[in-house]
């Protein structure tokens, strides 16, 4: 199947964008954030929070004076997530352990599925990370990773059980930082009826670029929205795949995540895990200011307000829409929410949000959105066959400019390798 038929499938329907072959990997005015490899050099906890450089690229603390995500939910499906951290006590709430081992879902057995709560929802107390949605409620949803699978005689269809759950849940939002090259029917089906119950889910598309590039699940689903990693510089990080699976971007690089299980330290960390996660607070932060919207316009108004440098209704294989910006619709008011049952992954009707409940309203968008001059977005020259680079700058919501240099990734067919007989190999993202 070629690149084009596969998009054509995820994003089908009349109102299908185009998607270059070699696109930019830059977007203007964005940022990056990932999890995945974890540099062996512990990181002092009095200098997380210094560490975490995309809440001051992305302006939180304006968001924050507007919103923190109150009355949003966000379901967490991952390795668990300890709730007697200090920066997330008070911020968990009772969730499901899908796997069916000894112990439950804040029993975090790696320290994966806790850091991704903190990127959402965090407190910052105790000198732990801070989350981009500190006002965010977290539902924990436990999973096997193909280490914990393993050592441990696991539920084979945990991750379809948690997904429903989630769509079961009082969760507006799922945050999904699990990748496995292997799709099933029952899981297919979780994510649609998660579509049904009108929740946006968010997953990463996977950290081996470099190697076989393949196609990773949830995120190549049509209904979810697969997130890309990006550095500092708004580029795309090296490891970060690309293809048809990719909706939106979001820091990757340098994030501080928890070592291991025994929560003494953080270390480095790098991948489209955490990205996933500060897209999903992102879109929580919005949601919060716009409790009468669906998972559709929210989605529409990420995709819409995202950074980029070429031209809107084209998809960059890399960034796919661009670097979530939640700062344009929060403190200007800035994207068109447009229809309400129609899915901007898939150009199709959906099914009306069924039991959502209304999140807390918070102060409106700030009347910044008259004064501030244009959308700071700059159409790029694009084709099919070369890559476009970014040629402008933007001040970011934080007012400081933020020069981005666009990177362009060498397409390499990498050998496919030794198979592993294992029950998913299933990884962080």
């Known amino acids: 199947m070629t690149a084009g038929m596969s998009r054509a499938k ?26 995945a490899g974890v540099a062996p050099a512990a990181v002092a906890a009095e200098d997380v929070q ?45 969730g499901l352990d899908a796997t069916e081992t000894e112990g439950d879902e804040t029993d975090d ?13 965090g407190t910052g107390k105790g000198g732990g990370l801070k ?79 470099a190697k076989d590039n393949k196609e990773q699940y949830p995120a ?34 340098d994030i501080p995540v928890w070592c291991d299980e025994n929560f003494q330290s953080y270390c480095d960390g790098r991948g489209t895990s955490a990205a996933t996660a500060i897209a999903a607070a992102s879109a929580a932060l919005v949601w919060s200011i716009h409790p009468d919207w669906t998972a559709n316009q929210v989605l529409r108004v990420l995709f819409d307000t995202a950074g980029r440098d070429w031209d809107k209704g084209t998809l960059s294989n890399y960034l796919g829409h661009g670097l979530v910006r939640p700062g344009r619709n929060i403190l200007y008011g800035k994207g068109d929410p447009g229809a309400a049952d129609i899915n901007p992954l898939t150009n199709e009707k959906t099914p009306a949000p069924s039991g959502s409940p209304a999140p807390a309203s918070s102060a409106s968008a700030s009347a910044e959105a008259e004064a501030e001059a244009g959308t700071g977005e700059k159409a790029g020259d694009e084709s099919d066959d070369k890559p476009v680079a970014a040629g402008a700058s933007e001040d970011s919501e934080g007012g400081s400019r933020l020069g981005l240099i666009a990177g362009v990734a060498a397409v390499v067919v990498v050998g496919a390798g030794a198979a ?10």
């Not at 001051?56 to 968001?63: F, G, K």
């Not at 592993?420 to 993202?429: D, H, P």
């Open 131 to 209: 989350g981009l949605a500190p006002g965010v409620k977290i539902i924990p949803m436990r999973i096997s990773n193909t280490e914990f699978q393993n050592e441990h005689k696991v539920n084979a269809q945990d991750a379809e059980e948690a997904i429903r759950a989630a769509a079961d849940s009082d969760a507006q939002i799922i945050s999904m930082s699990f990748a496995s090259e292997y799709s099933s029917q029952n899981e297919r089906a979780a994510v649609e009826y998660a579509e049904s119950k009108g929740k946006l889910f968010f997953a990463g598309v996977g950290n081996n670029a």
């Open 220 to 253: 190549a689903y049509p209904q979810v929205v697969g997130v890309a990693a990006t550095d500092r510089k708004g580029t795309v990080s090296e490891y970060s795949q690309h293809g048809d699976a990719v909706d939106i971007a979001a820091p990757g690089n």
């Open 50 to 94: 210094s560490k975490q450089w995309y809440l001051d690229a992305m302006a939180a603390e304006r968001m924050w004076e507007v919103t923190t995500g109150e009355g949003i939910k966000v379901a967490v499906i991952d390795t668990g997530v300890n709730s007697s951290t200090p920066s997330l006590k008070g911020q968990v709430l009772k």
């Open 420 to 429: 592993f007989a294992l029950l998913r190999r299933r990884r962080a993202a």
């Open 10 to 35: 995820k994003r089908g329907g009349p109102h299908a964008v185009r998607r270059g072959v070699l696109c930019t990997l830059a977007a203007v005015g964005v940022w990056s954030t990932g999890i």
């Open 109 to 121: 057995y790696d320290g994966h599925g806790t850091t991704m709560a903190e990127l959402i929802a």
